[in-house]
């Protein structure tokens, strides 16, 4: 069953002068205009398209994909504000309607807006939300500590960032564990540390564990071989330098070192460590 806002393959029922027609048992004929059309196509033809709506609500199909598929997360450019809604740059001939109920704040032009793109059960057209609590899934998330995951961060609190987690999930990076710029929008990596009894999750831009020691003692012991054996940082540096320098909070280098210095791998002098060398 093709419904709006589904990737489904349709065979070319007729041609015309304007384009394509596709017949879907559902929907009946869905229009796919010309300039969309592959080369020299014939009646039978089965083609892989999107269906959305067009201005006057017809049925419409095409063969490029929107930047975000409908149950999906991303951020999106605001083209215009009108009486009715912002619309968004989708990568569609049709932008995307951000309705009044959905908005929060002021949705200018040439702002970029994480939003969630759904279908109106109501009007069965393609919509997108600001609302992104809502959207987000309250399953229990099948994630353990040290898991890698896709993040796109949404809001700030005074504990931290908020953060999509694998386009499902609510996570939280708290602010005292970062150590880089980070904007509203941003798509990047990090690793779960926890998840939390309310299903929600706790993130670190980190890997966790013994892993990211491993990783990080055998950096840390090229560098000073890098250096001619000593390196003028230690467990006494400020935070933003360590995380300059290696890309790591205070605490995970605190304990990387520790288990270098109790491998006798490294010693620790006044400003900086120095590579203890194998005889």
């Not at 999750?201 to 012991?221: C, F, M, N, T």
Request: cysteine-free; hydrophobic content about 35%.
């Amino acid at each position: 069953m093709a419904r709006i806002g589904d990737l489904v393959v349709l065979p070319i029922a007729r041609l015309s002068p304007i384009g394509a027609f596709l017949e879907d048992p559902d929907l009946g004929e869905v229009f796919l205009p010309k300039n969309e059309f592959p080369k020299r196509p014939e009646v039978g033809d089965e083609l892989e398209v999107f269906l959305y709506r067009d201005s006057e609500d017809r049925p419409i199909a095409t063969l490029n994909r929107p930047k975000v598929m409908p149950g999906q997360f991303g951020v999106l450019k605001v083209l215009s504000s009108t009486g009715i809604g912002a619309f968004l740059d989708w990568g569609l001939r049709k932008d995307l309607l951000l309705p009044f109920r959905e908005q929060k704040g002021q949705p200018d032009k040439g702002k970029t807006l994480v939003v969630y793109v759904y279908v109106d059960e109501k009007s069965d057209r393609i919509v997108a939300s600001q609302r992104i609590g809502r959207a987000l899934g309250q399953s229990v998330p099948d994630l353990g500590e040290g898991d890698e995951v896709d993040l796109i961060l949404f809001g700030k609190t005074e504990m931290g960032y908020k953060a999509i987690v694998n386009q499902e999930h609510s996570g939280l990076i708290f602010a005292n564990e970062v150590f880089k710029k980070l904007y509203y929008g941003d798509e990047i990596k990090g690793y779960v540390k926890e998840v939390r009894p309310d299903r929600k999750l706790d993130i670190s831009l980190y890997p966790i564990g013994r892993d990211a020691v491993d990783d990080l003692e055998q950096r840390i012991l090229n560098e000073l071989e890098k250096r001619g054996g000593y390196w003028a940082i230690n467990d006494k540096s400020p935070a933003d330098e360590i995380y300059a320098e290696l890309g790591v909070s205070k605490k995970v280098f605190k304990k990387t070192t520790g288990s270098l210095f109790r491998q006798r791998k490294i010693i620790f002098e006044d400003h900086g460590i120095r590579w203890v060398r194998e005889d």
